[in-house]
């Protein structure tokens, strides 16, 4: 195990025990060279615990009744990020303040670690969910020998890919079921952009505009996050380009990322318009239909500066599919919808011209 910092402060007495062997004489000797063979085998049984420690997928702490540091691998340390020059005594409790403050709610994590073990509970499960937005699986076990408690195992796993795999499967339903349901353009998309926000560990707010094609305008989708009078504001901008990042994404059909709006050259005519709304970046996709044609735009506005991340990626391309599947599909039920009610216009004045034309003939007839 690498040095973390980590101190040790007990000898063992047995290793004490086999120094004095080692001076006695004559029929003593037999017992320092047993002495010596148990040592090889406790040497021998701590290099295979801590071989098993590192190869184990999961991070690993291990602490004792007194709630002191007896084990922990590297995928622990690695997990945490805990710096290396890091001085941490063998005492759990200010791992655990260093750890703290990376999670969402300091607080409740510390409670639940002091309730674990005060309550000494045999097997405890929780998720952690972090600042950076990873979230993590906790498990903790009792250690017994002889039905004494010795201490406590603690695993960690990493499952932020699994749990946004989830979190999107999620929305993805959540907003197929609304188009199923009829429910209007405008909700969809509220319900869309809200699941997309929730994804997200920065404040992302989140947008969706949806492309006129006779005026050749963006006409406003979704963005609960944003002012209203923001909205209003943008709501029929022009496509061009320079007009910021999702009318020139439109206009180019490219992406068009802004990380610092105030020196972006798509925002030049915007820049105080962003400014008094407190937008520092804003990074926008177009989004299409299945054969092609222009639907609208999805950005992600930010409070700052920022740097997509990989996640932000993965986000704004989930939020562009769904988009396109929500604009075309809607529009196309909307299309039904209007093709329905002529069909059912023209079969009404069929059917009343047939009742004119029926009542001619019968009095011609008479």
Same mark, same amino acid.
């Given at each position: !195990?690498?040095?973390?910092?980590?101190?040790?402060?007990?000898? @063992?007495?047995?290793?004490? &025990?086999?120094?004095?062997?080692?001076?006695?004489?004559?029929?003593?000797?037999?017992?320092?060279?047993?002495?010596?063979?148990? &040592?090889?085998?406790?040497?021998?049984?701590?290099?295979?615990?801590?071989?098993?420690?590192?190869?184990?997928?999961?991070?690993?702490?291990?602490?004792?009744?007194?709630?002191?540091?007896?084990?922990?691998?590297?995928?622990?340390?690695?997990?945490?990020?805990?710096?290396?020059?890091?001085?941490?005594?063998?005492?759990?409790?200010?791992?655990?303040?260093?750890?703290?403050?990376?999670?969402?709610?300091?607080?409740?994590?510390?409670?639940?670690?002091?309730?674990?073990?005060?309550?000494?509970?045999?097997?405890? +499960?929780?998720?952690?969910?972090?600042?950076?937005?990873?979230?993590?699986?906790?498990?903790?076990?009792?250690?017994?020998?002889?039905?004494?408690?010795?201490?406590?195992?603690?695993?960690? /796993?990493?499952?932020?890919?699994?749990?946004?795999?989830?979190?999107?499967?999620?929305?993805?339903?959540?907003?197929?079921?609304?188009?199923? @349901?009829?429910?209007?353009?405008?909700?969809?998309?509220?319900?869309?952009?809200?699941?997309?926000?929730?994804?997200?560990?920065?404040? !992302?707010?989140?947008?969706?505009?949806?492309?006129?094609?006779?005026?050749?305008?963006?006409?406003?989708?979704?963005?609960?996050?944003?002012?209203?009078?923001?909205?209003?504001?943008?709501?029929?901008? /022009?496509?061009?380009?320079?007009?910021? @990042?999702?009318?020139?994404?439109?206009?180019?059909?490219?992406?068009? +990322?802004?990380?610092?709006?105030?020196?972006?050259?798509?925002?030049?005519?915007?820049?105080?318009?962003?400014?008094?709304?407190?937008?520092?970046?804003?990074?926008?996709?177009?989004?299409?239909?299945?054969?092609?044609?222009?639907?609208?735009?999805?950005?992600?506005?930010?409070?700052?500066?920022?740097?997509?991340?990989?996640?932000?990626?993965?986000?704004?391309? !989930?939020?562009?599919?769904?988009?396109?599947?929500?604009?075309?599909?809607? /529009?196309?039920?909307?299309?039904?919808?209007?093709?329905?009610?002529?069909?059912?216009?023209? &079969?009404?004045?069929?059917?009343?011209?047939?009742?004119?034309?029926?009542?001619?003939?019968?009095?011609?007839?008479?």
């Amino acid at each position: !195990m690498k040095d973390y910092g980590f101190s040790a402060d007990v000898v @063992s007495a047995g290793q004490s &025990a086999h120094a004095e062997d080692a001076i006695l004489p004559g029929p003593e000797a037999h017992k320092s060279a047993d002495g010596e063979h148990n &040592a090889d085998q406790l040497a021998t049984a701590l290099a295979m615990m801590q071989a098993t420690l590192e190869s184990t997928t999961d991070a690993i702490l291990v602490t004792d009744e007194a709630n002191y540091v007896r084990e922990f691998n590297e995928k622990y340390v690695n997990l945490w990020r805990i710096p290396l020059h890091m001085p941490v005594s063998a005492h759990v409790s200010e791992l655990w303040n260093f750890i703290s403050p990376q999670l969402k709610d300091r607080a409740a994590y510390l409670a639940r670690i002091q309730e674990i073990v005060t309550s000494s509970a045999p097997e405890t +499960f929780d998720v952690l969910q972090l600042k950076d937005g990873r979230v993590f699986e906790r498990n903790s076990a009792v250690q017994l020998i002889k039905q004494r408690n010795v201490g406590r195992v603690w695993s960690f /796993r990493d499952i932020t890919q699994r749990k946004r795999a989830q979190d999107a499967l999620a929305n993805e339903k959540r907003v197929l079921e609304k188009i199923a @349901s009829g429910a209007p353009l405008p909700t969809v998309l509220d319900v869309l952009v809200c699941g997309v926000e929730a994804q997200s560990c920065d404040g !992302m707010m989140c947008t969706v505009l949806v492309f006129d094609e006779d005026a050749q305008c963006l006409r406003h989708g979704a963005a609960p996050s944003l002012p209203a009078e923001y909205n209003r504001i943008v709501d029929g901008v /022009r496509i061009g380009p320079c007009v910021g @990042s999702c009318g020139s994404a439109a206009y180019t059909r490219e992406p068009v +990322f802004a990380t610092n709006i105030a020196s972006d050259p798509h925002w030049a005519d915007y820049v105080e318009l962003a400014a008094k709304f407190g937008l520092g970046a804003c990074c926008s996709t177009p989004v299409f239909s299945s054969d092609g044609a222009l639907l609208g735009t999805v950005a992600m506005y930010y409070r700052h500066r920022h740097e997509p991340s990989a996640h932000d990626g993965e986000l704004i391309r !989930m939020a562009t599919h769904l988009a396109g599947i929500v604009i075309e599909r809607v /529009r196309a039920v909307e299309q039904l919808r209007v093709a329905k009610v002529a069909a059912e216009q023209r &079969a009404q004045e069929i059917t009343q011209a047939y009742d004119v034309l029926r009542a001619t003939q019968d009095s011609a007839e008479r």
